[in-house]
T-cell receptor, first 108, second 114 residues
């Protein structure tokens, strides 16, 4: 069975810290990867897509390591509003496989 | 602005009832999906559809059926609700493409079966 694994956390970090999450996936044929953010009792929302080796958007950087089959998400200068659960997703064809999520709490 | 809507945010049903969950998207997307989300288990795919009147089983289709009569609407049906179907149900849609592109989610329906 195809699986995506994530450390569930919680990661408790102070404001301004840099935090990184890793996610491992099992299907070497997967071509698309995503990071979604999910706030408590809300729907997941796309944070970042990763189609090649990585992607960067402001304070957020995603990196893909195909040889080791993992994707990382780095958040720099953490804000209180970054507190959420971060879902890692691998996709092959139109099949999405979601990880269980990593919970982040940014503390004042 | 991208919009996926679900018919109810909260629903309480009794064991054995037939339950309909409706999802509508206004983005002309070909693909639509139904997931359930439970603590510690992440999102699990129940059914998906690539086109009108077309459906494919996901990882956990038992106890569910779906209907897609129009492109914008994808319905999830619980033929006879059971307590183990208490969960958060999320609908999503995406455009067709050679590579998977992002799915957009509705706000979810929190279903409680008593």
């Amino acid at each position: 069975r195809k699986e995506v694994e994530q450390d569930p956390g919680p990661f408790n970090v102070p404001e301004g810290a840099t935090v990184a999450f890793n996610c491992t996936y099992s299907n070497s044929a997967s071509q698309s990867f995503f990071w979604y953010r999910q706030d408590c009792r809300k729907e997941p929302k796309l944070l970042m897509s990763v189609y090649s080796s990585g992607n960067e958007d402001g304070r957020f950087t995603a990196q893909l390591n195909r040889a080791s089959q993992y994707i990382s998400l780095l958040i720099r200068d953490s804000k209180l509003s970054d507190s959420a659960t971060y879902l890692c997703v691998e996709a092959y064809g139109q099949n999405f496989v979601f990880g269980p999520g990593t919970r982040l709490s940014v503390l004042p | 602005d991208v919009k996926v809507t679900q018919s109810s945010r909260y629903l309480v049903k009794r064991t054995g009832e037939k339950v309909f969950l409706e999802c509508v998207q206004d983005m002309d997307h070909e693909n639509m999906f139904w997931y359930r989300q439970d603590p510690g288990l992440g999102l699990r795919l129940i059914y998906f559809s690539y086109d009108v009147k077309m459906k494919e089983k996901g990882d956990i289709p038992e106890g569910y059926s779906v209907s897609r009569e129009k492109k914008e609407r994808f319905s999830l049906i619980l033929e006879s609700a059971s307590t183990n179907q208490t969960s958060m149900y999320l609908c999503a849609s995406s455009a067709a493409g050679r590579l998977a592109i992002e799915q957009y989610f509705g706000p979810g329906t929190r279903l409680t079966v008593t």
